[in-house]
């Protein structure tokens, strides 16, 4: 079920939040919302929960551990246990098949392994776990003795499949008590209606125009078709993932939860370093504060911690050399502006410094949207003018007929639209009232009209 379907908007979402709101008990609301997740994420892959509810059980279980042990051999031992069960989970069921593959391709075997079915959410539901346990290791959260409450955190459907990571610690006041305001499901419903404007109009248009592109068959593709393509997938997986984010933050307001912002108008970065402040936020700040600072952070062998990192956060997106490769390049390039040109990049005029982040972005893009490396040979090869049979026929009716949307998706990348509203609720609050009334009213319209007839409907995040 994702959250840009007919039957999430028009049935799930309505009949969890009336029951919900049946009652102001929280202890009755948080047994509501708890039901409502396990139903979301049985409901196409009922077995595969059992792997949450253990990873969970055991996560539950070690901090218990952590607790009643501290300063003993047995609190690091729980400490582990975590680590490595969870971590186990998420290896066999993500990393198993592509480390088989790569085994049998560098020693001549042919072992047999098939792989499993990918759990919905498991690279963030093991990260939410982790992170509990270890800041109840570190004393920087507190022990969630019920393991309901604990359930929930982990499996609470506005962020379970595809985030933002939240902390334990940002919600943990909240779980316990927190205020379903007018004002927050008012907020709620704009960002919601903002995420789902961003999926089902600029992300599945933005998608639809790849899939043209550079699909499946690269036989005809032209240069500038190419490079099209690949800005495309960059506003598509952009507008895709921050859809989700949006759509993440409206719905906990929903039901009184506070969660961080995961995206801040990345492609307005002036440096890569920047980008990475502004992209996926809430995974940057979990290897931040549970990888690259434990190993070191800027004190000591800084350069290799961020190796390290970027090599996780490639392999974290999925099991296959092209993530692997984009981690590595990211990198490479945040190595370089620290050691190389970190003194320089702020006397660049500030529009250089942009084009030239974006350029490196795109560049990355290409390495993560082609897992089939085979495809991506034969992308270069029209990239830059090598395809014999290219032609520039699909590319000129992509673009002549999608101008309207590209220039939409542009504006949406950047905060205009924002600086914008400011100004006119600042000037006339009523005016802004009864603009954002009547926006709100007509993008929802459109949006289910669009899922009526759409085909094409994915997270792209779900499959990470």
Not at 352 to 370: D, E, H, P, Q, T
Not at 429 to 435: D, I
């Amino acid at each position: 079920m994702v959250f840009s379907s007919l039957i999430f908007l028009g049935m799930f979402l309505p009949i969890t939040l009336g029951l919900y709101y049946i009652s102001k008990n929280n202890t009755y609301r948080n047994i509501i919302l708890l039901i409502a997740s396990l139903i979301f994420y049985a409901w196409g892959e009922p077995m595969l929960i059992l792997v949450m509810l253990s990873s969970a059980f055991v996560g539950y279980l070690s901090a218990f551990g952590i607790s009643k042990w501290r300063g003993t051999w047995k609190c690091k031992a729980s400490l582990i246990a975590a680590l490595v069960v969870d971590i186990g989970f998420l290896g066999l069921y993500k990393y198993a098949g592509f480390f088989v593959s790569n085994f049998n391709s560098l020693f001549g075997t042919a072992i047999k392994f098939e792989g499993f079915a990918l759990p919905l959410g498991i690279s963030f539901y093991t990260f939410q776990i982790l992170s509990y346990v270890i800041d109840v290791y570190r004393k920087e959260a507190g022990l969630q003795k019920s393991f309901y409450k604990f359930l929930l955190y982990v499996s609470m459907f506005p962020q379970l499949v595809a985030g933002p990571i939240v902390r334990y610690v940002d919600i943990e006041k909240q779980i316990n008590e927190r205020k379903c305001t007018a004002e927050d499901f008012q907020y709620g419903v704009m960002r919601f209606v903002q995420g789902m404007f961003k999926k089902t109009v600029l992300a599945n248009c933005a998608g639809s125009i790849v899939a043209a592109l550079i699909g499946e068959d690269m036989g005809t593709l032209s240069t500038a078709g190419a490079w099209f393509g690949m800005v495309m997938y960059a506003f598509q997986i952009y507008f895709d993932f921050s859809a989700y984010s949006d759509m993440a933050i409206g719905m906990g307001r929903f039901f009184g939860f506070k969660f961080k912002e995961n995206f801040d108008y990345p492609y307005t970065s002036k440096s890569i370093t920047e980008f990475w402040r502004r992209w996926h936020m809430s995974l940057g700040t979990f290897f931040r504060d549970y990888v690259y600072i434990p190993l070191g952070g800027n004190r000591k062998h800084q350069l290799f911690n961020i190796a390290v990192v970027w090599f996780l956060t490639g392999f974290w997106h999925g099991a296959s050399w092209n993530f692997i490769f984009w981690g590595v390049y990211y990198g490479i390039w945040l190595i370089f502006e620290k050691k190389v040109i970190f003194k320089f990049i702020e006397k660049i005029p500030g529009w250089i410094r942009l084009i030239y982040s974006n350029i490196i972005v795109l560049g990355g893009w290409i390495l993560f949207y082609f897992t089939d490396l085979s495809k991506l040979k034969e992308f270069f090869r029209a990239a830059f003018g090598k395809n014999p049979g290219a032609s520039d026929v699909v590319f000129k009716f992509q673009a002549m007929s999608h101008i309207w949307l590209i220039l939409i998706m542009v504006i949406c990348a950047t905060p205009l639209i924002k600086i914008i509203a400011k100004k006119i609720r600042d000037k006339s609050p009523n005016l802004f009232t009864v603009l954002l009334v009547i926006t709100v009213i007509a993008v929802m319209l459109m949006c289910f009209a669009l899922l009526v007839k759409q085909s094409y409907n994915p997270f792209l995040y779900f499959r990470f």
